[in-house]
């Protein structure tokens, strides 16, 4: 059938109309809030990211009573980030797995204090003198004369991953992109007794230029060359399916395509090829992009709700967002 018998126009007819219709839908359970706690920071205290507006660091008290209050507004899960002390940082990376880190000691606090489902970014980036993912030993073969070790890095992840289920971590989220952490977490954290400790890995990790803000706020950029060497090339998708086949063989619980929104092409295809649920990384560049247009008058802040719409319409079933507190306390749904 065609016009004039068909018009398409009908189903847009009134507000209850495309109510019913709608294909996607934003709710509150897809969001997830990234946190980052300073270990620094005392009592009450936070402090204002200047490349994320409205987005703070914060001290274990003030972070966790904000997950409480955005807790009330419907948020269901976070994912937790820890800002060390410089001076704790070595090679090694030892302050990652501490019992007593900002990182374990946020989860525990949040266990305690909140129903939220808590995940907890697994990386060693933050916690290394070099700010690397990995270990790294000097050789000239490389683009800056640094390698990133990948099979001597496993055991530190996998001890780091079981160091936050020890805490109370519901789901463990590695960030890194070294090869074969998935299997190691996995035989870690089941040698343990931890085997209903869910994974959450980061699958398909672009070296993207839109994590920039997020390295300001999180202060781990690396001091000497670029993550190019483990982190996936912005060119290629269809790698980005092996990537997802082999954390899958491994035995992840969860895919992610990071970022979102330039890679939206990444995220419906990983949705199509695999059953797992999909969590898409809608990262801090996408964030401050927006944020800055909308402080500057340019959009308003329909265009949040939209590009998330669009994240689900690719096919993610969560989004990790900076945008959670700002949908959620505004009721923008
Ligand atoms: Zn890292």
Redesign the pocket.
């Known amino acids: 059938m065609q016009f004039p018998t068909t018009r398409m126009r009908r189903l847009r007819k009134n507000a209850k109309i495309r109510d019913i219709v709608r294909e996607t839908k934003l709710q509150k359970e897809d969001l997830i809030y990234p946190i980052y706690f300073k270990e620094e920071l005392k009592d009450m205290e936070k402090e204002e990211i200047s490349s994320l507006p409205g987005e703070f660091r914060y001290s274990l008290d003030a972070g966790v009573e904000f997950a409480k209050q955005l807790e009330e507004k419907g948020l269901k899960s976070i994912i937790v980030f820890g800002i060390p002390k410089e001076e704790t940082k070595d090679e090694i990376a030892t302050p990652d797995y501490s019992a007593t880190g900002i990182v374990q000691k946020a989860i525990r606090k949040l266990k305690k204090e909140t129903n939220l489902v808590v995940i907890s970014d697994v990386?060693?980036?933050?916690y290394t003198s070099h700010g690397?993912?990995g270990m790294i030993v000097e050789n000239e073969d490389t683009d800056d004369g640094i390698e990133i070790l990948n099979d001597e890095s496993l055991p530190i992840i996998a001890k780091v991953a079981l160091s936050h289920a020890q805490a109370g971590a519901d789901i463990v989220a590695p960030?890194?992109m070294m090869d074969g952490r998935v299997n190691a977490i996995r035989e870690t954290l089941d040698e343990n007794g931890f085997y209903n400790v869910m994974i959450m890995s980061y699958s398909a990790k672009y070296a993207s230029a839109f994590y920039e803000p997020f390295r300001v706020a999180a202060c781990?950029s690396p001091h000497a060359g670029d993550?190019k060497s483990y982190q996936m090339d912005p060119a290629n998708a269809v790698e980005a399916i092996r990537e997802c086949e082999l954390d899958v063989i491994e035995g992840c619980d969860f895919l992610m395509v990071k970022p979102a929104l330039p890679y939206l092409d990444v995220v419906r295809m990983v949705r199509d090829e695999f059953m797992l649920p999909l969590v898409a990384y809608n990262v801090s560049g996408e964030y401050a992009m927006l944020m800055a247009a909308i402080e500057k008058g340019f959009l308003t802040e329909r265009a949040i709700l939209e590009s998330l719409l669009s994240i689900k319409r690719a096919g993610a079933d969560l989004i990790i967002t900076n945008f959670a507190p700002y949908i959620l306390l505004n009721e923008l749904i």
């Open positions: 990386c060693l980036c933050q690397h993912c960030s890194d781990s993550r």
